[in-house]
């Protein structure tokens, strides 16, 4: 092949080279997924507490409650506890 016939081979565009795709095809997958995950985030953004939201108390222990709050707090921790229990042993819990 003479220098004659290499200026006459045709030349194929610049988006018919696998090549470029390779080089570009990455970045521009990464622009188009950041796109999506920004229009996700606005789209279904959680709307803002408002400030005068009232404080949460701090937890206090147990054993320093009156009976009645005592039996309160334990009944409103039963559903974590029957759920953490269940995990360390799969049985069902027994219906009452």
Do not use: C, Y
């Amino acid at each position: 092949m003479n220098l004659s016939d290499a200026r006459n081979v045709s030349r194929r565009p610049w988006f018919r080279e696998p090549m470029m795709w390779l080089v570009v095809g990455g970045p521009l997958a990464v622009v188009v997924a950041s796109l999506v995950t920004f229009w996700i985030a606005v789209r279904h953004a959680d709307q803002v507490l408002p400030t005068e939201a009232e404080v949460a108390r701090v937890a206090e222990p147990l054993d320093r409650l009156p009976p009645q709050e005592r039996l309160q707090a334990q009944k409103a921790l039963l559903p974590a506890n029957q759920a953490r229990n269940h995990v360390v042993s799969p049985t069902l819990p027994q219906s009452r």
